[in-house]
């Protein structure tokens, strides 16, 4: 490839060169960059990704429109040719497709030139034999790129040479099998009938036996019988594919054309064209019976069952009803419906899906004909596996059936249900199924029962699919027939009632009524959710639900043709005549009160139509509900909790909560709905006693004997009672050893027996054996005497005791296991329950966010947050755990409403903030903890925001700061003698503890919502920064002060002395840290150093940003007396991220970091080495202007490099960057030292060190820390010795690896020498000339 592009990048230069030299660099450059975006495309058209190619192909279409004579369209089209016999396989069509759109889209480009291009370069004779498989390949994807073109059907020339082509390719089957085949049939279908008849006598042999040799030939034949009859006729005479003689022979093509799709799934072309073949000749039953059924079907295999069930779904469209029923009854839809029970292992595939995109775009093509559309829904409905259809409950295709297809369908369902005929159907067994014994599986009965509950399914997934304003007298239907059938039957019937009018030609079970009701609830969910309408579209601007109670009060009053499986009482009418007069009045509520009265009509309408499924409890529940609406609708204003008309008698709130609990304790997700709706209405009205109840449910403890509340699984009632938490533990690993291990071998069976046998069983098995003698020496005999054996009787005696006994322990055993198993069962509904009950908290917060009630909710959130933490083994205690976590945080702490009124709460308030803060202090998990202190944050909101009377603490300006509110006015409502102590101790505890589980996060947050309440905290931090305190919560004090202090909600609690000496201490605290810098032996002392230094650097800032008074010489000297440990640390360890911290502390102070040893230490040899080795390899092209020019001599310019350059010396010429920045390094330095005032060298080597040159820019207008400490302040490390370091600085410079105690340059913002900032400016003139004379060449 790289060969390839050396030679042609070469070529579109050609035309571009200048005919002067002097433009040639800039014209070369233009040409460079141009090819290098022209090769790009190439690459890019071969990358695997689509999108990728199509782009590439794109521009570089766009590229050669504007160059169409240029030498880039020669390059381009030899590119792509080359490109057709790639050794990647998958770069092959990418070529094939950028040349078909690039002939598309220049049309001047003759076809019959590409093509002999084609052959030259993948020339098959002179081609090798490793290569020959490209070639082939190149050819075929060639021809294919001028058909793709759309030129190649109108080009005669071009036409027939790729004929011939392709002819000479299906030479080579071995490596190109059928494609060349293919390629011609698909050439060939595209090209007019005058030039088919022109080219078929050269491609079709005039022989039957080639034609039904291989499927390509015969699709050929098809093809030519298709188009041009006659001249096929001429060239073969009449021939008749489905003879008998044939038959045989196109079932074997078939299964060759089924098994070369095998991987692409598809329908081979020649099948559908034989079905074609024979609809107009009028053979299409023989075709189907012969050829699909008794010949690919005969000899199953899964390639040619595929194609039959794709020919299948193909042949829809194109039968007529009276065709329909002999492909949809026959052995094929069948076996399609075997294949339908039989796949479902995972890696196993299923052709239902395809199954079903036939029939739906069928069922979408023909929205004109019904009667089709109803015929293939009941032939597929009708494939039944021992009378359960194959086909799942709810189909997707049926939303494409017209309304008078639809209406037939149901009324067929409704039929079927009634009167099964089981006649009708296609019915099978699998071969498992046959080889089954049992007589009972193969009963009509069992059939009907099976069928049944498949058609109800049926029939309310129909609902789910449908148009509720186009379809409504449908969905009546089907509701009403569900309904009837779920708690009716018919004794005489009548035309008022339809349902009344059919009878059951097999009586209705017990099982399949049931599951009929439990369908209708079902139903009565979608109506009720799913399908809600507006009232105008709804028939008397009335609900689904009171449609269906209004249809079953008709019911009942038909008693004599209607009679109810379980008839009413008169205590239950009256409840029901009662239901349906409240009902009415509601109708007629204020319209204020409307989406109130709503709810409650849907509560009512509920539960009365539950009547129907449990008389007994859903009477009682109707007359509860009645009376707390009567006393709801009748308040006018909300009831404090004080005023009750009768203590007796509980407020209705109470009552309705305790309905609503108990409908949510009913496995229905429409009753979950319903409660939530109505409990959204009544919040408002929430008493404490009414919250209490929710509360009690989710904790365990305090409902523990009560029997109020029963679960319920949807088959039996079970009680919610309490047991002991250990033997709850004991019991839960018990059952989920039980669920996991699932299987019933002998081992699993004797390891429950042994760890179920007790001491009393033992002693019972030792009576036994006593008794029996089997035991030798028992009662201290010898063993002599015990050599007899026992006789017959004696051991059949002894088998039947211990028979009986091993049975009564083995009933004891299966006990325990059934009582685990109930205990395990009502632990999941309880759980599942207390998920449920948690809807109604998440109203409460959402709806009434701002009632004092939802305080109270607090404390048993966080203990469910808490037990789930710890027993989140299920995925049903995870749910529990997810959503009260949810409410918790999103609805209840990030709510922006919250309690404004706590009244006389203040004082329980702050008794539960002291609580929470240390609840989250004794927790073993900081994720707990977590919790209980953002509860303590939510009061202190709330605490801070009920005092709205009184003045706020604002952001003063900085000119006014002493005019600052002190008190509980600056806490903003909070009373910092409470709070204060809390939060202290709290803290105190944190950098105390060794295993707390406070984390700084947490009291950031703190410190960010109530910054007075951070000042009054901020003396604790201060003193665990240093002292007996460990290391680690030293870093954490450090960490804490560095987080808080550059808030600026902080700054403002403070006055500017106060700031000014809060700082002043921490720098003292800090300092005393510093001492033992670079020492550090542990993590934590580690951890230590690094919080010290950031805290040190945001002090600084600070300092700096507010331009504080601050003596910083103490610092310093600490600072400096740690630069050579630092260094010497670094080099050893490698501690960058400390080292970094340090001169980022240092360059505050003025001072700057030095250069590294090593890089001077790698730079400096290069300097000094041999001349030869100064030349580069020449790498690539590089422009003329770019190159640099050497200079005469190489001698003196490496005798200046190796030695420091003097200010006033000529430079050699610049020769690279690297060179240019070690002179910055060496001049400067010398310079300066030469040049520098008589007052000014003593500081300066006091403050710079050795081995570091000092920058000394202009000073900033800001105060000094010399002029705000003092005129006369001089350096702490003036002493420390003067001339040393100006007599090492060469030396060091050069070869020093890691420099031991050379000091960094000083910074203009903080001068800390003892010269005047004239002198400063001065020199800092004078470097700045040295620095221009020195780049000067």
């Not at 909300?638 to 949510?664: D, F, G, H, M, Y």
């Not at 803290?987 to 703190?1006: A, I, K």
Request: include cysteine; glycine fraction near 4%; hydrophobic fraction near 40%.
């Amino acid at each position: 490839m790289a060969e390839m592009e050396s030679q042609d990048v070469a070529e579109p230069m050609a035309p571009g060169e200048a005919s002067e030299s002097g433009a040639r660099p800039a014209d070369r450059e233009g040409l460079l960059k141009h090819s290098r975006e022209f090769l790009d495309f190439f690459w890019d058209i071969a990358k695997p990704q689509q999108e990728t190619r199509l782009e590439a192909t794109e521009k570089l279409l766009e590229y050669l429109r504007a160059r169409p004579q240029g030498a880039e369209m020669k390059y381009a089209l030899k590119r792509l040719i080359t490109g057709l016999g790639v050794g990647r396989e998958t770069a092959r069509p990418c070529y094939s497709l950028a040349l078909a759109q690039l002939l598309q889209s220049f049309e001047d480009i003759p076809l019959c030139s590409i093509l002999q291009q084609i052959q030259e370069k993948h020339d098959l004779q002179k081609v090798k034999k490793a290569t020959m498989r490209p070639a082939l390949f190149a050819n075929l994807f060639g021809v294919l790129a001028l058909f793709q073109s759309g030129r190649l059907v109108k080009d005669p020339e071009a036409l027939m040479k790729s004929v011939k082509l392709l002819q000479t390719l299906a030479q080579h089957h071995s490596h190109l099998q059928e494609q060349p085949q293919k390629a011609l049939v698909d050439i060939l279908s595209e090209v007019p009938e005058a030039t088919l008849q022109e080219i078929l006598p050269k491609v079709l042999r005039a022989d039957l036996n080639s034609v039904l040799g291989s499927p390509e030939h015969l699709e050929l034949f098809l093809l030519a019988r298709q188009k041009v009859p006659r001249k096929l006729e001429e060239l073969m005479g009449p021939v008749s594919l489905f003879s008998d003689e044939n038959v045989p022979r196109l079932v074997s093509v078939l299964k060759m054309a089924a098994a070369s799709v095998k991987k692409e799934r598809k329908l081979p072309a020649v099948a559908l064209d034989l079905l074609r073949l024979a609809l107009q000749e009028g053979k299409f039953p023989r075709f189907w019976k012969d050829v699909v059924e008794q010949g690919l079907l005969k000899k199953q295999s899964w390639p040619a069952s595929y194609l039959c069930f794709r020919l299948l779904g193909a042949a829809l469209p194109l039968l007529s009803a009276e065709q329909l029923p002999l492909v949809m009854r026959g052995d094929l839809i069948r076996h399609f419906g075997e294949h339908m029970v039989t796949a479902k292992l995972p890696n196993q595939f299923k052709f239902a899906p395809e199954m079903n995109e036939y029939v739906g775009a069928f069922l979408e093509g023909c929205r004109a004909d019904p009667e089709r559309q109803l015929a293939v829904v009941v032939a597929f409905t009708s494939v039944t596996n021992q009378g359960l259809p194959v086909l799942p409950t709810f189909w997707r295709a049926v939303r494409f059936l017209s309304p008078p297809a639809l209406k037939g369908y149901v009324a067929w369902l409704r039929t079927m249900f009634l009167r099964p005929d089981l006649d009708s159907l296609v019915d099978f067994s699998t071969s498992n199924q046959k080889k089954a014994q049992d007589a009972s599986l193969h009963v009509p009965e069992r059939a009907v029962s099976r069928l049944r509950k498949w058609l109800i399914l049926r029939l309310v997934s129909i609902v789910d699919t449908l148009h509720v304003e186009k379809e409504e007298d449908v969905i009546e239907e089907v509701a009403r027939f569900c309904f009837f059938h779920s708690f009716f039957e018919a004794k005489k019937p009548t035309s008022q009632i339809p349902e009344t009018e059919q009878r059951f030609s097999f009586p209705l079970e017990s099982r399949t009524r049931e599951a009929v009701g439990s369908a209708f609830f079902s139903l009565l969910q979608t109506l009720s959710t799913q399908c809600r309408q507006a009232p105008e579209q709804t028939q008397d601007s009335q609900p689904w639900t009171y449609r269906l109670v209004r249809f079953a009060d008709s019911l009942l009053n038909h008693s004599r043709n209607v009679a109810a499986l379980t008839p009413f009482t008169a205590q239950q009418r009256q409840a029901w005549d009662r239901m349906l007069q409240s009902v009415r009045e509601l109708e007629a509520t204020s319209s204020g009160a409307r989406a109130k009265a709503a709810a409650f009509q849907h509560l009512l309408l509920l539960v009365g139509i539950y009547l129907f499924k449990s008389p007994t409890e859903s009477c009682d529940l109707l007359g509860d509900i009645q009376t707390c609406i009567k006393k709801s609708l009748g308040e006018k204003t909300r009831r404090t909790r004080s005023k009750a008309t009768n203590p007796q008698e509980p407020p209705w709130v109470e009552v309705l909560v305790e309905i609503l609990l108990a409908l949510l304790a009913q496995p229905s997700h429409l009753m979950r709905q319903v409660a939530r709706s109505v409990f959204s209405h009544i919040c408002s009205h929430l008493t404490p006693r009414a919250l209490q109840l929710i509360l009690d449910v989710l904790n365990p403890e305090k409902n523990a004997d009560e029997d109020s509340v029963v679960v319920t699984d949807g088959s039996e009632e079970q009680l919610e009672g309490a047991e002991d938490r250990s033997s709850d533990g004991e019991d839960d690993r018990a059952s989920a050893g039980e669920e996991d291990s699932g299987d019933d071998s002998d081992d699993s069976e004797e390891e429950d027996r042994d760890a179920d046998v007790d001491q009393g069983f033992r002693e019972q098995l030792m009576a036994v054996l006593r008794a029996g003698k089997a035991l030798g020496a028992v009662d201290g005999e010898d063993d002599d005497d015990d050599g007899d054996e026992l006789g017959d009787e004696a051991m059949m005696a002894l088998d039947q005791n211990l028979a009986s006994l091993f049975a009564e322990q083995k009933l004891r055993i299966q006990a325990r296991k059934d009582e685990k198993d109930k205990l395990r069962k009502e632990k999941v509904l309880r759980r599942d329950f207390q998920i449920r009950v948690l809807d109604l908290i998440e109203v409460l917060v959402t709806k009434q966010p701002e009632s004092p009630l939802v305080l109270e909710l607090l404390e048993p959130l966080l203990d469910v947050i808490r037990r789930s933490m710890r027993t989140s083994s299920t995925k049903q205690e995870q749910d529990l755990l997810h959503k009260t976590a949810r409410i918790f945080t999103h609805h209840l702490c990030r709510s922006r409403h919250y309690c404004h009124d706590v009244g006389r709460l203040v004082g329980t308030l702050y008794a539960q903030v002291e609580r929470l803060v240390q609840q989250a202090g004794r927790q073993a998990d900081a994720a707990v903890s977590l919790y209980y202190f953002n509860a303590a944050l939510y009061l202190l909101r709330v605490l801070k925001g009920n005092a709205a009377g009184k003045p706020v603490c604002k952001a003063p300006k900085k000119e006014k700061a002493g005019s600052q509110p002190k008190g509980p006015e600056a806490a903003g409502g909070l009373d910092l003698s409470l709070v204060t102590p809390i939060y202290s101790s709290a803290l105190t505890s944190f950098l105390t503890r060794r295993n707390s589980p406070l984390t700084v996060t947490m009291f950031l947050s703190l410190f960010s919502r109530h910054p007075v309440l951070c000042k009054s905290l901020l003396p604790v931090v201060i003193q665990h920064v240093t002292g007996p305190a460990r290391p680690r919560h030293q870093a954490q004090a450090c960490l804490l002060l560095q987080k808080a202090l550059p808030t600026r909600e902080l700054r403002v609690c403070f006055d500017d002395p106060e700031w000014e000496q809060l700082v002043s201490q921490i720098l003292v605290k800090v300092t005393e840290n510093l001492r033992t810098l670079g020492e550090a032996q542990t993590k934590s002392e580690q951890q230590k150093e690094l919080a010290s230094l950031g805290l040190l650097n945001t002090l600084f800032r600070t300092i700096h940003q507010e331009k504080l008074t601050v003596d910083l010489t103490a610092v310093l000297g600490v600072l400096q007396s740690k630069q050579q440990s630092l260094q010497q640390r670094e080099c050893a360890a490698g501690s960058s991220r400390l080292f970094d911290l340090y001169w980022q502390a240092m360059k505050a102070l003025g001072v700057q970091r030095p250069k590294s040893g090593k890089k001077e230490a790698k730079e400096v040899p290069s300097v000094t080495q041999n001349p030869v080795s100064t030349k580069r390899k020449k790498k690539g092209f590089l422009p003329e202007t770019k190159k640099r020019k050497k200079p005469k001599s190489e001698g003196p310019a490496q005798e200046e490099g190796a030695r420091p350059a003097a200010a006033g010396e000529q430079q050699p010429p610049s020769t690279g960057k690297k060179r240019r920045n070690r002179r910055k390094a060496t001049v400067p330095a010398q310079a300066q030292a030469k040049q520098r005032p008589a007052p000014a060298p003593a500081p300066a080597a006091a403050l710079t060190g050795p081995g570091t040159p000092a920058k000394t820019p202009k000073p900033k207008k800001k105060r000094k820390l010399s002029q705000v400490n003092g005129a006369a302040a001089v350096s702490p490390a003036e002493p420390a010795g003067k001339k040393q370091p100006q007599k090492d600085l060469p030396e060091k410079g050069v070869s020093g690896k890691c420099p031991q105690s050379a000091l960094p340059r000083k910074k203009a913002r903080l001068s800390l020498a003892s010269r005047s900032p004239s002198l400063l400016q001065s020199g800092a003139k004078r470097k700045k000339a040295q620095l221009r004379k020195a780049r000067k060449p």
